[in-house]
């Protein structure tokens, strides 16, 4: 009866530890503003190949072809 209870209990524990993980996930709406310097320049060296275009330096919004 030990063993039962203690494993309930451990699987419980287990399960906690998953929670915070939907807590420290980021709005896909946001973009970091080094990242998007970096695509830029991807899209800016790859001109006409990748159909997409820049989006703000300041991260404000993102194009529709992103």
Do not use: C, T
């Given at each position: 009866m030990k063993r039962k209870i203690?494993?309930?209990?451990?699987?419980l524990c287990i399960c906690l530890t998953l929670l915070p993980t939907a807590v420290f996930?980021?709005?896909p709406d946001d973009y970091n503003t080094g990242d998007i310097a970096i695509i830029n320049a991807i899209i800016a060296a790859h001109t006409g190949k990748t159909g997409m275009t820049p989006a703000n330096p300041d991260g404000s919004e993102s194009p529709a072809s992103w």
């Open positions: 203690f494993s309930i209990l451990l699987a996930a980021g709005n």
